[in-house]
């Protein structure tokens, strides 16, 4: 399983970015797609999550209301729009996918399998 993120980048607080996460390498019908981030000296936060089958989602205290993530059917990638950015958003962002959560939405990164190589997300105030 691999999966390829796109998207990232610096922008001023208010703003928004779109991250993008291509999963590819098997079947995915049980699996959910989720994203984690990490502030320098932190550690790893759970986002948000989304099943692959049934599009439901999960997301994090600190995000709920200010970013989505969604499942994009034509480019078969799940997508995390970050809008009302503020500076505390700043981290490393990763893609992880957990074989089993189809089943159980977990917050819990070590529960995820398999993981992207992380795109930065740099706010200014």
């Known amino acids: 399983v691999q999966l390829l993120e796109s998207g990232g980048g610096t922008v001023q607080a208010g703003g928004s970015l779109t991250l993008s996460c291509t999963p590819s390498g098997r079947s995915f019908s049980t699996y959910a797609l989720g994203w984690f981030r990490q502030a320098r000296g932190k550690d790893r936060e759970f986002v948000a999550c989304i099943s692959w089958d049934d599009g439901s989602t999960l997301y994090g205290d600190s995000v709920k209301g200010r970013f989505a993530i969604s499942k994009d059917n034509a480019e078969n990638s799940v997508t995390l729009l970050l809008d009302d950015l503020k500076p505390e958003d700043t981290a490393v962002y990763y893609c992880?996918?957990?074989?089993?959560?189809?089943?159980?939405?977990?917050?819990?990164?070590?529960?995820?399998?398999?993981w992207g190589q992380g795109t930065q997300v740099t706010v200014s105030s």
């Open positions: 992880a996918a957990d074989r089993l959560g189809y089943y159980v939405h977990s917050v819990r990164a070590g529960d995820y399998d398999y």
